[in-house]
Each structure stands twice: as C-alpha cells, then as structure tokens.
C-alpha cells in the first residue's frame, strides 16, 4: 500500500508536468519513468498515448516554428523567403506533418508495448529473488556495523587524514588583459546574436532544450533513442527508500492535496485528450496565436533591451543618437559595451576609435551640461569612464582637453578684442575645468594641459563681468577650482584673493573703497556694486547653510525675493569659506599679511556693521577673521651663495684630423664612411698579420717538436749502434780469449 | 532755365533710395558742366557783383552770362558742401570729389584776378573742410577717402589753415554745449595728416607754378607753423576722456616731432600729467621727450612716478608703454639708491595682485633695477641683520619715495610669488634665490606678452608622456576632501 501511495504520488507529479506544456520537463519523467511499468500493473492509470500525442503536437508545433509558423501570418518579407525555400504548398505541408507524425506515434507505441511485456516479466522474475537478497543484505549490514565500530586505528586516521588533507592546488594563470576583453567580447557576442535573434522574433527552440547526450557511438545518421519514454528498470526496494526519505518530510496534509490533485487530473485527461484527438488543427491554431503572443512580447523586450555589440561612433551625432532617450544607467552600459567591443588588444584600429570616443564624450558632457536642467547625474557617471579612457590613452585624452581649452581661450580673446568684458562661461566649461581635476595630477609644477587650464581660469577671474548673481556663483566656482587645483601644491593665486575680495566688496551696502584697491573685473561695477547686498531681513531667517546647486546655474531667472536672498547669503558664506581657505593654504608665505590686508581691512570695518546676517554666517565670520589674524615675523631675505664658477683655462681646442692628405671637405657622413672603411682595412691587415704570425709560430713549434725527435732517434740509433758495437767487441774478446 | 534749377534738384531732393540716384546724376551732371566751363573760362573772374548789380550794370551779354554762370557755380559748390552731410555715403563721395576736381581746376584756371602769382582756392578748400568736420555725424570713413587729397602739400598745407580756422569758428561758438561729435570728427582728421620731416619731401603739388619754390607751400617751417596751430587750437579746448588719451597716445610719435617750438605743449602735458590714471601714465611719454630732448624742468618727478604705481597699472592697456617708459626713467645710474629701493619695494607690493603676464613683466623688471643699482640689493640679501621684524618696515601709503623705507625691508614678496601657480612666474621669482647674474634680462618680448599668448606658449609645448592621476575616479565630486563636494551639489 505505501508504495503504492508512493507511485501515485510520483505520477501526479508527472501528470502535472505533463500539462503544462513544457518541453524542459521532459527529463523529469524520464526520471520517474521507471513508475511506469508498475503502474501499468495497477490497471494502467497512465494512458502513455496521451502523452505521447500530446508530444506529437508539440514536435509539430516546433516543426511549424521552425518553419515559421504555417497557421498564423507572417510578415510579408519572412514568408517570401520562406516560400522561396520550400515550394510546397501550405496544405501539403500540413498533410504531411500529419502524416509523419501519426506514424511516428504508432511506431513508438509498438516499441513500448515490447518494453513493457519485457519489464513486467523481469519483475516477475526478480519478485522471487527479492525475498532472499532483502534478508541477507540487512543481515550483513548489521554484522558489519558491530564489527566496525570498535576498528579506527590511530595509524589509519592519520593516513586518512594525510589522504584528505587539502592540498595546494596549482592555480590557473591569471588571465591576461587581452584574454579577459577577448572573453568579454566573446560574451557580448553571444549576448548580442541572442538579442538580435530575438529581436527578429526567431523563437529559441533548440537551445533552449538541455543538450541531449550524445553517445560516442552516435553515427550521426539521425537515429534517436527516446530515452524520455523509456521507463527505466528499477527496483522497488530502492524506490521505497527514496520515497521513504521523501514522505517524511512531506507533511500529511499535501499528501492529501496531492492525492486529490491526481484525481481531478485523472479526471480530466482523459477528456482533454479525446479533445485533442479530434481537433488538432484547431487546437493548433490556438496555439499558434499564443506562441504568436508571446513572440511578440519576446520581440519588444527585446527592442526594449540593449544591443549587445556597438559599432565605436565615428561621429559625434552617431553617439547622440545611440545615447538619445536611454536613461543614465542604460547610457553606461552603451558605452561600457562599446568599450568592450571595441578594446585596442582585439584589433588595430580600434585604439584610435575609442581616442575618438574620449572625444565625443567630453562633447557630449558639454552637451548634457548645456541641457535644462542639467542631466549632472550622468556627467557623474560618464566622469569615471573617462578616467578609465584617459588611464588608457593619456596622449590623446590631453590633446582633447587642450583642444577644449584652446577652442574656450580664443573665442574669449575674439570677444575680449571686440567688447572689452566678458561674460563667465556656461557650466560645461566649468565642468570640462572640474574634470581635469579628475583626469590629470593638479600639483605638478608644469603640466600639458593643467597649466593652461590654470591660465585659462586666470582670464575668468579678471575678465569677466560680474553682473548677476550666477557670475557670483559661476565665479565661486572657478575660485574653488583654483583652490583645488592648488591645495596640493600649496600655490599662490592673486587673481583669487583679488576676487575674493571683490565679491565681499558686493556684499557691502556702501560703495565708498577705503583702504583697498579694486582690480577688474570689480574695478568698474557701478549700478552692480551692490549685488549682493540682502536689502531685506525676509531671507535671512529662513537661510541654512547648504550646497548650492549647479542646477542655479542654468536656470533662467525667476525667483522669489527669498530664493534670491538666500542664493546671496548662501554666496557670501561660500565667499567666507573660501577666504578661510585661503588663510589656512597661505599662512606660510612670506608677505601674507600683505595678501590678505584688504580683505581683512573690508571684513572688520564693514560687515558687522552693516549687515544684520543669521548666526551661523556671524559664526564663519568671526572664524575667517581669526584665521586671517596670525602673526608672522618677517626674517631679512639672504642669498644663497653661488658656487664659485672655476676660471677659464686657455686649452687648445684639439680638432681631430681624421686623414691626412686626403679630401677634407666631404660630408661627415661620408667622412665617418670613409674611416670605417678605413678602419676595416686597418684590423683586415692586422688580422692577417696575426694569422700569419700564428702560423709561423705553429710552424716553428711543429720544427722544433720534428728535429726534438730526429735527434731523439739518432740518439737511440747510436746507442743501439755502440751496443751493437759492445757487444761484437765483446764477442770478438771472447772470441780472441777463445783463440 | 533747366541750369538755375540743377542746384535747387540737389538741395532739395528728398533723401530717399531712388532719389539718391538722381542726386548722384545731378552732382556728376555739375560736375562735368561747370568742369567744362572752368576749362573754357567761360565763368566771370575778379570780383564778382551781386546778381542784379550785373543786370543793371551795363556790359556786354557775355559779361552778363560769365557772371550768372558764376553765380550758379558758387551755388552748386555751397550744395555740394552741403550734400557733404547727407545721409548716403555714395552721395557724400561723389559731393567730396567734385569738390576737390573744382578746386584742382579753380587753382589752373583762377577765378581770383589777383597780384601776386600763387593762387589757391582756400574758400572752396574751406568748404570741403566744413563738409568733413561734421557736427552732428562721424565722418570718419569721408576722411578716409579725403586721405589721398591730402597726400598732395599743398592741399594738406591749406587744409590745415582751413582746420585751424574752422576750428576756431566754431568751438567759439560751443563754448557752452561743447561738440563731442565735431571734436571726435576733428581729431580724425588732423590726426590722419602725415606731416612731411625734411624739405626736400615737399615736391608734390596739385597745382604746378612757375617759381615753386618760392612759394610758402613748399617751405617746412609753413607747414609746420600751420600744424603747430592747428594743433594748439584743437587743444585749447576741453576734450572728452576718451579723446584725451587718443591724443595722448600719438603726441609723442606724431605731434611732438612736427612741432616749431615743442614746449608750447609743455602745459597741456602738465596738465594731463596731473589728472590721474591712465592719463597720466599716457602723459609721460610726452613729458619725457620734452624731459629729454627739451629741457624741461619737471619737480618732484620721481615723486609724481611714484604715486602712479598703484594695482591698475597691470591692467591697463598701456601696461608695455608705461614700464618702457618706467625703465628709461630709471635707467640712470645716478638716482639715489632710496628711491629705487622704493620703486622696486612698490612694485613687488604690487605684484601681489597681479596677473601672469603682468607678473612675467614685473619680476625681471625688479631683478634689472637691483643689477643696475647694487647698493639696492640689500632688499634681496642682508646677511648681518639678526633683528626679526613682525612687520614689514615699509610704508606702502608713503608718498614720499625718501619716507618709505624701502631699504630696511625686504623683497619678500617676490620670495612669495616663488609659491606662484604659474611655472614662468615661480621660476622668475626664484632668481632672488642666488646672487643675479651681471647681465639685465631683456625686457622687450615679455613686455607685450599677453595672457593668452602665455596660454598659447603653454598649450603648444610638446610633452613626451602626459602625467595622469592615479586615484581611481569616483564621480565628478568623488575624490578625497573635494572642495567642490562641501559647497555645490548635483541636484
């Protein structure tokens, strides 16, 4: 009875996969198809025609989809290619289809029908065995379980764990750079041809199945094993035990659910299949719309989402229009996918097109900053992958930015020639200054384009006219450029003390100077003199000391007397501020009294005086003035001692001849020919001569070691001669004594 | 008679655009008639009588006919004097040349009978000078056109006269409501004359006489005793501020030299001098050849000097001129070493303002003071003084150079300006550092250097590699202690 419960359990859970027509799901009863068999005992639950049939539809369905639907329309153009393709007609084709699949199913159903008669007899006869293998495997087991336990020995730990022991593991080489981007752009590929596919409304069917395992003894011939039908042989013993584990867990409860769940599936097939058994081509056609359905909802998210490759903008319009209407993050990703696509490491020109992308993208910063309001968010977001580009390609990253500048200088020194003042620069500009902050080091001594840069906003501070509130702010800005670009360095800027003072001049009520000079552009401010005078109290109360925002400076007029009265306070405190800066980074020079003298004067006989401002702007007040009081000694300026330069000496200026007697007037190149090959010549003759001396040397040695051994042979010749001669003196003496 | 009516069709035709076209065929129809007469002698010579006199008087028809004629001549001349002052500029053109095409054939063929043998017809030069010299409406493109006249001596010799003249009549007349206009208008034209520097230039004449050169056009000093003249009377008057430095700045060059007697401008100098300000700085230039080549004897000069130097003066447009001018001053060797001391102190006090280029002009100008006066480089070095001061010794609000003591200080300014943002700057001021050398830096090609061609020097250098920073970026605000992060925001 459990297993049985089991089973059904298990085919429920088939079924409802089953319905839902999903083709992913296949494996899953291929997993339990084992089930089957013994269902089919119990009076054959499943009708595996049903399923099967339901399959069919489905193959044909993918076939019509493969070829691109038969029952709905297409478009004009896809179906014309397609016709192009099969000449047969629609009903045919729909005949055919029929037809073959029809008899594919016949053909399967006379397969199982094998299988099954063959299983339920292997059960059958596996049944008796059961019995006593189910006996003795427990058995064994406990017997081996009692012994076991009393076994780990010290010495096998030890090797166990020596055995386990993690191990370092070689680790991969790291991945070059070109590898990574050829990677990345592998990835965007394969991203890309899918969304485009999409995008074409070409359904993925065939990848979207896991890839089927293919034997190594696949001949390719296109013979298929459907493993999906085929209900695995199995045991029951191990089926319980799976189950077993599954049913504890499960609760009561969805068992019940489930077991109802079967039921009213059970119920229903049935009738659903007779359904399908009569109308196919209906059923097909419902079918048709909904896939059509969901093409079409595929297609526009695929519109919808980003391409994944990028052709790298050859001009600045074509990056507008790739950026046109795309919110900030979706415009990062154009560009970061543009970048990948086109990184230098995967071909050769690809350096020069993304050089060419820095550039739009400083015009395109321009742009936004040009926008109302100004899209700053995404200048934001846009400022790092310039650095990142800048970090790649410096060279050209600074001859765009000089370009910037260059273009900025000369139109102001046109406008200068022609009117005298000048007006400040829209915010792209000051946001182009800000971004050279970003990209390029401020502090060095000399920089390519830092320090025309710095030049450049020393023209905005002198020359240009303030008038409105936003040249204040505008003004503020580029002050608070300067001290950025010169806190770490610690540089000295007149132009900024000069300004600084000017803007606190506009804060003062009465036009009367005392006791400091105004330079331009404050020089000549007549009816602007007081610009940022708060006439009223209305907006002092309501003022907190906050950010100003860049948005101010692009927005047309327009406001509220309080708004205006709180962009002034909100001026002179950033005004306040600045001077505290200023105090701070110059306290070390020499003459600072001298430099801040005037805004010192300005601050103590003026402001407290005059202006009735809200406490926290007192309280910076009275701070910059403590900032600005600080006692310097003045030490006597002394020389450093030169070093005593060594005198003169009259030594002959020695010109070396290279030869005599020759031309002299030849070109150096030709001189320098000439003792080359004279010089060659020279060591050719020497070299020889070496050989030479070598030989003869080699011959001498080779004489003397030959007459070595002449006189070595006569030696021994004449003393075989005077033993010879001994021994027939000898001989003859004997001879002799003989006689 | 269709020839009474021709100068009436000139007057009083309406100034419109197809009316000007006849006003243009009435003044070259003029032209070509009284031309033709002028040749023949067809017009009444002499002392011409009223128009009735002639018809009562009793002489021959022809006599009668030269004198009409003559009368319908001077007509047509005081239209085109008029016509001078329309409103179309082909108009105006046409007018001014017919004009002068009279007055070359009036000199050929006089219409003044009269005993002494140089003729020139100064009443209808007067009235093309009046044309030009306009009260109500800038006529500076006519002068243009009137340039080449002029090139001629004894056109410009008698224009001159005429200017004085006309100059004379009529500031006389707005002594109350000065003319701006007929001043700016004068200045355009007598400052256009090129007077000729030697006698033996003069040889150009519109009219040819049998003993040139005893006539007193071809003499230098008529001419420029008329110049002279002409000068003084426009001078006389009070000129607008903008006229005042026009003037200002070619007295030296075009005035000064052409003039009999140069000190006559000595008062006008003065004056100038004294009124602050760009003008002042202007006026020196004047004052100093005067100084130099004239004599002058100017008080307290140095005093005067030393009060011009006040932050304006980078600024300026006259900025090279004025330290050209500086430099001369105190290019002498014998000035007493206080007073230089003083200048160099003020000038470095100044420099603290300043702008790069002005900087770039100021600091080898210290540098050359103290090379060319060594008694003044204790202001760089002054080894044995232990005193520690706590504030600078000299005294920027001191008029007096003497007063300054400028001696007892130091040039710590220029020790400042070494921490300049501008790498020419910081090196120049780093000169100070060591003893200076011997010789004076040249001063000539910073002196016009402006702030963008410094932009351009910098921009155009060439670099191997470009530094880069190597704080990874984190947004527009994101790095480390951003300035900008504390006071603006995105939003």
Redesign the interface.
Known sequence: MHIFICLVVLLQKTFEKKNVYNLNEEEDLTHYGHSLADIEKLNDIVDSDSDTEEKGILSEELTASHFGGLLYKKNPAEQQNEEDKNPKSRKELVEELIAKSKWEKRERRTQRENTLELTEKLNSDWKEIQAFLLQRTSKSETQNQVQEKPKPDEYDMLVRELGFEMKMQPSDRMKTEEELAKEDQEKLLQLEADRLRRMNGDEQTESRKKPKHMSADDLADGFLLHKDDRPLLSYSSDKDDEDGKGKEEDSENKESEEESGTETEASNNPSERDANEETIVGKMLSKGKRLIERRNAVKEAAQLELPYLFAAPESYEQLQSLMLGRTTEEQMHVIERIRKTNHPSLAVGNKAKLEKLFGFLLEYVGELARKEPPE??T???L??I???L??MF??A??NHM?LL??DA?HS??EIIEEKGLLAFPELDML?YL??I?????TS??????V??S???M??LL?KCAVRTEQDVVKG??VC?L??????M???????L??FLLGILHLAVPNNEVQGY?L??PF?SLRKHSNLLVVCEKSGTETWQK??????ILSRSKGKSKIEMNNLRLSCVA?CL?LVK?CAVLYRE???F???TDPIRMLLSSFIPRSVKYPVQLQELYDTVLEKLDV?R??????????KPVPLKLYTPKIVKLLEFGRKQGSSRLEQERKRLIHKHRRELKGAVREIRRDNQFLAKMQLAEIVDRDSERKRKVKQLFQNLAQQEGDWKATKRKKF | CSLSSLPQILVSAPPQAEDQEIILCAIRTCSRLFGALLMRGELFAGKLPSEEESIQESCSAETKYKIWMRHRYNSCTNCLGELMGHKSFPVKETALGTLMKFTELEAKHPLVKNEWSFNFPRELLQVVVEGLIQTDQDSSLLISHFQEYMEQDDVRFFVMKAVAENLGSVMQKAKRAPFPIYQKNAFTLISSIIMPSEEGEIKNFLVKHANQEEWKVSKLKEHRRAFERMWLGFLKYKLPGSLYKKVLVILHDSILPHLNEPTLLMDFLTVAYDVGGAISLLALNGLFVLILQHNLEYPDFYTKLYSLL???IF?VKYRARFFRLLDMFLSSSHLPAYLVAAFAKRLS?LA?????DG?LIVIPFICNLLRRHPSCLV?????N?LA?????PYKMDEKEPLESKALES????I???Q?????DV?SAAAE????LSEMEQDLSETLELT??E??DR??K?E?K??????Q????????KD???A??????
């Open positions: 700053l968010k200048v934001d977001k400022v790092v310039l650095f990142e800048c970090q410096p060279k990253a600074s000089k500048l260059q200088t102001m020194e946001l800000k971004i902050t970003v990209l390029f080091p060095d001594f000399w920089h390519p384009v320090t025309p710095l030049v450049y020393s023209q002198t503020l800005l608070c300067f001290l950025e670009y010169t806190s360095s610690q540089r000295f800027v007149p132009e003390v000069n000079t330079l331009p020089a906050q950010n100003i925002s860049l948005h950033l501020d800066r020079l020499p003459s009294h001298e430099i006692c000694q003045y030490d006597p300026l002394v020389c450093e001692k030169r | 006040d932050p304006s600024h006090r603290l303002t300043a702008p790069p900087l202001l760089i070095h002054k080894p003084s520690e001061m706590s504030e600078d130091s040039l710590w300014e020790k400042t300006l921490k300049h943002y501008h790498p910081a100070i550092n060591l003893p702030a963008f410094i932009f910098d921009i250098k670099t590699d470009v530094p880069l920073e190597y990874q970026a984190r947004g527009l605000f994101g790095k951003d300035i900008f504390e006071y603006f925001s995105l939003e």
